[in-house]
């Protein structure tokens, strides 16, 4: 099977979603500060994008952890079905290996 830096490709794919719901958390957490100070903001789309495809964990910390979307029904409802589907490809990608 093929490795990449010494790592299997489920374990690849793990330390990416690692790193991407880590990024995720940043940006929420950015986002907030620039929203406080009242600068630009991360576009809402590009935050939904990032929780969309992996960041899902990330996203739904950061707006518990910096209080931030909360209140966006968008963002409430559709974080969590995201972070249900990730984990739901999560658990049968890792059944297969």
């Known amino acids: 099977m093929m ?3 010494g790592l ?3 374990d690849l ?3 990416l979603l690692l790193l991407l719901n880590a990024l ?3 940006v929420y957490g950015i986002d907030k500060w620039r929203a406080q ?5 991360i576009p809402e789309r590009t935050l939904l994008l990032l929780a969309a495809f992996g960041g899902a964990l990330g996203a739904c910390l ?3 952890v910096w209080n931030h979307k909360t209140s966006h029904k968008r963002f409430r409802y559709l974080v969590p ?3 249900l589907l990730q984990g739901l490809l999560a658990f049968y990608f890792l059944r297969l290996y």
């Open 37 to 41: 100070g009242g600068r630009w903001c």
């Open 3 to 5: 490795q990449l830096f």
């Open 24 to 26: 995720t958390f940043v």
């Open 8 to 10: 299997q490709p489920a």
């Open 13 to 15: 794919v793990l330390v």
């Open 81 to 83: 079905v995201f972070v």
């Open 62 to 64: 950061g707006m518990v």
